[in-house]
């Protein structure tokens, strides 16, 4: 891999500030549709990154940019199977779904066969087809070499000072090894996850006061995590192996996950409650390794799993995670989702937003690469709304399951919501593709069934708490109850909120079938579709763009050699 030399470099169209996986994927993409890229990066390849379980929509948009850009290597990552094949050396984790345990103090996780508090969520049929945890220093490596390959100009260890907009153009300063440069582009994309680079060239005043969850976060990598079917062996079988997954431990002070990748390392995380912190008061918040034990020595089973397993670097410690700006895009500018707004890792959306986002800013430029070469105000327009509704929706959804950590069957319900929301949109974009379905609007914003639901939760899930984590009476949860399986009833493709599967949820096509009519299609229609869900498809054929030729619209006009 080469840096562009800055020095020399004094130009280019779209500038990309950040190589996380969504910047450089981005940038790769650009460069395939003829775009003069360059990619500036702080810190050096490969490099620790958090943010690791990806799901059935990131795999869903992954496999859209591998076949409509010719990118072969996404469309092989987007299955578990196919990733092991064609990539075994870049590490990963078999996760069949999302498994949660509600766990109290001092207690044993209790295993009370099929009443025990445990639920699993299926996202896939079989291992081959599942999506995967992504190793961040592998992913992102892998991400930034392809994208030097396809002719973007990356550069890392670069320093930026400013970035100043003129009506034409964006000029971006900054130093290398101490020697400065400035770069004159078209456009700027700030990828930079929450370092903020644009934020504060642009002093975009914070939104994280308009939003509803808080949580603070202590994590590492583990060596030596015992599984959860050694914990507690006795437990009904699950539709799979319940530690293949994105694994969460519901506690009083929040919520733990624990991501196991193929090679045995675990990669797991506290996230707390402004209450949980506070009742964590004996213990020095800045000593990390303190506070993960103490929480450790609060749950049993969670100290029989972690208790001898060795962080692979020091424990840490953020005290907010949450970030939000008020602003998301503008003349020349966009922000990726990840440097716009974090909500919280619960229900593992920033690997598909982000994915989504490159999908939407590729089809904003692509729609503008015969003309002005930069996107419309009226694409960035939608890209804002689009992103500023989603950030809300995620916020309201991830708040409404805090409140229902209170008691089990309120989360239980609660995560129906979601699960709800992205069968249903991943049903409708594997049977009913469209050319524009990255527009699509993310976990049912837009939706005019799904769209209100997760603030009316909220409020009705609050009625029950008090806010003050008060489980309501078995009357007020089986209302609750009640209301939100009736409440996703007409996006309700998987089968979800049915007693009768006990919290045990498999992926099921019967249910899909049967429910046909909610996708708007026939049963023979949907029978047709179904290889399509099932993995059984006959792959694509992609070409990479050069072996296709392909010239991007206009680029004849414009005299330019692309590809
Ligand atoms: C605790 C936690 C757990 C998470 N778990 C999940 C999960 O399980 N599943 C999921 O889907 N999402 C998860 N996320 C979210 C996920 O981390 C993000 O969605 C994802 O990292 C976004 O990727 P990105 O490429 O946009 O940005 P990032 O990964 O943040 O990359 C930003 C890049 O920009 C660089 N940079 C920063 N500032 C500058 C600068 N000034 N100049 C140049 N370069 C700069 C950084 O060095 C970095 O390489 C989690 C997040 C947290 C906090």
């Not at 799901?55 to 859209?64: D, G, I, M, Y």
């Amino acid at each position: 891999m080469h840096n562009v030399w800055l020095g020399v470099k004094k130009s280019c169209e779209v500038v990309i500030v950040g190589s996380g996986f969504a910047g450089s994927l981005l940038a790769r993409v650009l460069a395939v549709l003829g775009y003069d890229v360059v990619l500036l990066e702080r810190g050096i390849h490969p490099r620790f990154a958090i943010g690791e379980s990806s799901t059935p929509l990131a795999n869903l948009s992954l496999e859209r940019i591998g076949i409509k850009y010719g990118l072969e290597d996404c469309y092989n990552l987007a299955t578990h199977g196919r990733w092991l094949a064609h990539f075994p050396e870049i590490r990963r984790g078999l996760k069949r779904g999302f498994t949660y345990y509600r766990h109290h103090p001092d207690e044993e996780f209790a295993d009370r066969g099929l009443d025990s508090e445990r639920l699993l969520v299926a996202a896939s049929p079989h291992d081959s087809l599942s999506d995967s945890h992504w190793l961040r220093a592998d992913v992102d490596h892998h991400f930034v070499r392809q994208a030097d390959a396809a002719g973007v100009d990356y550069c890392d260890r670069v320093e930026l000072t400013s970035a100043d907009f003129a009506p034409d153009s964006v000029r971006v300063s900054g130093t290398r090894h101490g020697t400065p440069f400035e770069l004159r582009a078209n456009f700027l994309i700030d990828a930079s996850g929450p370092g903020g680079f644009l934020a504060r060239q642009l002093s975009i005043p914070s939104g994280l006061d308009k939003t509803e969850t808080r949580s603070a976060l202590v994590f590492s990598h583990f060596d030596g995590v015992g599984l959860m079917k050694d914990m507690v062996p006795g437990l009904p079988e699950g539709p799979y192996p319940d530690d293949w997954a994105a694994v969460h431990h519901v506690i009083d002070e929040g919520w733990m996950y624990s991501l196991r990748f193929d090679d045995g390392v675990t990669s797991a995380g506290f996230l707390l409650t402004p209450a949980g912190i506070a009742s964590m008061k004996s213990v020095d918040p800045d000593n990390a390794e303190s506070l993960w034990r103490a929480l450790l020595r609060r749950y049993p089973t969670l100290e029989s799993a972690f208790g001898e397993a060795t962080p692979l670097m020091p424990i840490a410690f953020r005290p907010l995670i949450q970030h939000r700006l008020t602003r998301v895009a503008g003349e020349r500018w966009a922000l990726m989702p990840h440097a716009y707004g974090f909500v919280d890792p619960l229900f593992s959306t920033g690997i598909a937003w982000g994915l989504r986002a490159v999908e939407r800013l590729a089809l904003a430029f692509e729609s503008a690469a015969g003309g002005r070469r930069v996107p419309d105000l009226e694409m960035l327009t939608r890209y804002e709304a689009a992103l500023s509704a989603e950030a809300d929706q995620i916020d309201l959804v991830v708040a409404g399951a805090y409140e229902a950590m209170a008691h089990f069957d309120l989360f239980a319900a609660q995560a129906m919501l979601y699960f709800a929301a992205v069968s249903f949109a991943e049903a409708s974009q594997r049977l009913a593709p469209t050319e524009s379905v990255a527009w699509n609007g993310f976990l049912g914003v837009g939706d005019s069934v799904l769209g209100s639901l997760p603030r009316e939760s909220l409020s009705r899930l609050r009625e029950i708490t008090q806010g003050r984590g008060e489980t309501g009476t078995a009357s007020d949860r089986r209302k609750f109850v009640d209301w939100l399986t009736q409440a996703i009833a007409l996006r309700n493709v998987a089968g979800l909120a049915d007693p009768a599967r006990r919290n045990l949820y498999p992926v099921d096509f019967d249910a899909l079938i049967s429910r046909h009519a909610l996708l708007g299609m026939s049963r023979e229609q949907l029978l047709q579709g179904l290889p399509a869900m099932r993995g059984m498809a006959p792959p694509p054929r992609i070409q990479s763009p050069r072996d296709r030729g392909q010239i991007v619209p206009g680029a004849e006009l414009l005299g330019r050699d692309l590809l």
